[in-house]
Every structure is written in C-alpha cells, then in structure tokens.
C-alpha cells in the first residue's frame, strides 16, 4: 500500500513568505487534530504564543497569534549547571528511548563541544549549530538520538532528539516539542514539525530550530502543540 503523506502531515495555504526564517509575527486560523497530550486551550499558549479558541476532544479550533522573542542570553545560569535541587527538571535531564544521553559518543561529544562556554547558554548554542551544520536533512534519517550522531543525517524529529540528548548530557534540561512551521513548500504551507525547548533557569523554557538552522531561536512560523502531540490539519 502507497500513502500519500504530504496529506496527512502538511496543508497548503496558497501564500509564500520570502525570507519566513526572518518571520517575527503570525496570525493563523486552524482547525488541527492533536494526538498525545491532552490538550486545552490554556497549555496551547507558551511565551510568544497565544491561542484563542476551543479544545474538543482531540480537535484544536481557533486562532494562534505567535510573535516570539529572541533570548539574548542575559541572566543565563552557568555552566557546568546544577540542577540537583530541582526534581520537577529530572525528567528533562535523564536518559530516554530515542534521547540517549548517556551514550558515551554523546557525552564525549557534547563534552568537546562545549568545552570552555562562559555559561550555558553559550553551551547550549554550541550544541544547537553543531546539530545545525553537521546532521544533514534525511528521510527518515536515523530517527533516534545516537543513531542520528552515527548517521550524520536525520529528519526533524532525529535533529531534535540529538541536541536534547546532547544538552541533557552536559546538564543542560532540554525537551522535544511538537506542532508545524510554515513553508514556502507547495507555494507555501504548514507541516508537522519537531523541536528543541532549552531551559535557562530565570528565563524558562527557551526554544530553538537545528533543524533549519535557527539554533538559538524560532521564528513565528512555528506553533507547538505540544510535547507528545502531532500534526493532522483540518484547514489552515
């Protein structure tokens, strides 16, 4: 059987962005199926995003308003972190299926990347342009953090769990979210798309792109739903 994906995970909007890496505001009106979290109107609004409408079942409809700002760093915690006294970050620090960030080639990886960052925010931008400009775009890639660092190729989830994995390796709490970006593909559209959340203490929860070589910030293109979630667009 032959299934046409590009159905299933993107959605045509008719409207090219030139230069959409630079977009600093968005509003779209979606009607989306999410699948994983349980989504509400209240955990669909992050820092620089806000959703105005309604949750039904597994049925997101309303408007996303993203106009996301640039981290410059300031106030970022040092590095090496200590993160012993926060229980509520463990989970964003420990190994998991696909983030294997206690693979020995990851540590001994992020370890050489990072050696000698003045804080962790400059460690973690380190990690983020590395990912950036050594894992090559591949479908389906190699999926799962430490095969993507042995492939050297991977598609956005692949490229995402990487820089998690090398983040929570060097003490750094890190996550993969989930939503869509636009795309000037197909004369421009949205498809379901996966990225990297780092946290910086006082600052939160700091989001950035490997993928398409934002690796110390998203444009507004992107709207997360979540971080168990995926993308079935209804209309955009």
Known sequence: TVADLDKELFYPVGKTIPDFMNLSKLKVRAQINSYGDRLTSESLNSPGQRFTGTVTGSLIEGFFENEPKKYSGENSPPFPPDYGKSPQLKKYLSNEVMIESDEPEIKDMASKITEGSKNSWEAAVRLSRWVAGNIAGVLPGGISAINTLRTRGAEC?????????F???????????????FTNYYSGGFGQHAWTEIFMGESGWIPVDATINEPDYVDAGHIRLGEIASFRPVSM
């Open 157 to 165: 989830g692949g490229h995402s769990r990487l820089l998690t994995a």
């Open 167 to 181: 983040c929570r390796a060097v003490g750094i709490p890190a996550r993969v979210v989930v939503g869509c970006m």
